[in-house]
């Protein structure tokens, strides 16, 4: 019987969490279950020893945002000052109320103009036409680069681009290639495909080591993946190529072109993830996206390789959960005939409307106008601070853009334990870097963000995390290696 089978489910209700014990059953149950399978089938199935995991889970307690269930990233705890989230802040998303019903008012008098009412029908499976033709001209101006309308698929932002692209064009068993560090959340979204192979590739001053991304891809590409019409790459390389995160950096022009022509010559994907390309500080235009150089008019084009995932969780609100995708016409393709989109009739057919009022009113670009003032002003207030305080045996590289600053202590110490020292001591915290490794790796780093807090509060915390480093290397007796 299963039950046996699976063992005893013992339940237990401690102060609101639930905890049980459950066997960890992998594929093929039901053959374990039938008693069917002889004790070399379920070795070769590495089922031979039935193993027990213990899982809490708690029962819906009142929580009101993502960072609220997790003391590590609870920037609205104010007993703490927590540097680690890259989400806008109350100061900044109070906009979105007067934003959103402006825009509302302005697409519902549009509907009943027209009278027919597709606001509230199923739309069509690469987003509402209008949001795209809005999008495409916002794009263009703001990246000082062509944006096609016909080069859009919208999603719910950029975390659904990505997994849309998992699922839809690259090969089930294929691999993924990511930076040594990167968006760590991206990392658990992998793990969800058992089957893909995540490989990390090396960095040099924090971009990626493009001779070792080389290497790399020689070395997995004549292995066999399952490929057909839908499944066209057998990789994907994903990166964060514009204000990197964990890292801040961009990769040069040159850089770029030496990805675009890899990823030609060797049929791979390469998924930008452009969430933080408009957040810029410098310049009038940002750098260049990654996409721009994969131009149609090359000789060796091949249809697309490059994918630019961008989302207006960074430059609107996360809560809308709208972005796009912008990608040659063979994925445009598949993406527009999977069931996953014609089922639903587009994503967000309705949230899209009011993009594209927020957009047709260019009420969108004044407020990306004030938020890269104010994130540019946080930026200079945390760079400052570090110029000025952080001892000489740290480094850092100062951003252009983007929410992340990411710090380097000395190679022998593990940010962790200072993470939870200068926590405890001095109540400010950030990430340490391991996080955003596939492999545990990058433990001498931090991550700061500048996204929530003002520019006061990050300068003063800043300042106390400087001077805490000082201290605990005094404190665990470290002696700084000066010549890193
Ligand atoms: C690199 C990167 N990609 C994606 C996301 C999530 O984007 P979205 O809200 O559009 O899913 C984040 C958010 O922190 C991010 O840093």
Known sequence: MASKVAGKICWKRVCGTRSFEIPRRKIGTSVAASGAASKTQLESLGRDKPFRTTMSIEVDPYLRHLFDADPALNVYNSSIVNLSVGAPGPDLLKQCNTLLATATRHRLEE????????LFQYGITSGLWECREELAKFLTRRYGDPVAREDLILT?????????????????????????????????????????????????????????????????????YTLNENKIFWAMYYTVPTFHNPTGMTLTPDMCKRVVKM?????????????????????????????????????????????????????????????????????????????????GGAVNHYVSGLVASLLHLKLEDRYLDSLIETYKGRMKALCDVLDEHLPNYCSYNHPEGGYFVWIKLPEDIDALPFMEWCKQVYKVMAIPGARFSNHGESKNCIRISIAFHSAETIAKAATIMCNAITEYMRVKNVKPNLNM
């Open 263 to 343: 990823s030609r010559d060797n049929a791979f994907a390469v998924v930008c993830d452009d969430v933080y390309n408009l957040l810029h500080y410098n310049n009038e235009y940002p750098p260049h996206r990654l996409f721009n150089y994969d131009d149609s008019q090359d000789p060796d084009y091949t249809g697309g390789n490059i994918i630019s995932n961008g989302s207006f969780s960074k430059i609107l609100s996360p809560a809308l959960r709208v972005g796009w995708i912008e990608c040659g016409p063979r994925v445009v393709n598949i993406l527009k005939n999977s069931g996953i989109l014609k089922s």
């Open 156 to 224: 719910c932002g950029a975390t659904h681009g990505l997994q849309l692209i998992l699922t839809s064009v690259m090969a089930p068993d294929g691999v993924i290639f990511v930076d040594e560090v990167t968006y760590m959340i991206a990392l658990d979204a992998f793990k969800q495909f058992p089957l893909k192979r995540v490989v990390s590739v090396p960095m040099k001053n924090d971009v990626v080591d493009l001779d070792e991304l080389e290497k790399l891809v020689q070395a997995e590409r004549h292995k066999s």
């Open 111 to 118: 509907e009943e103009k027209e009278g027919k009412y597709y």
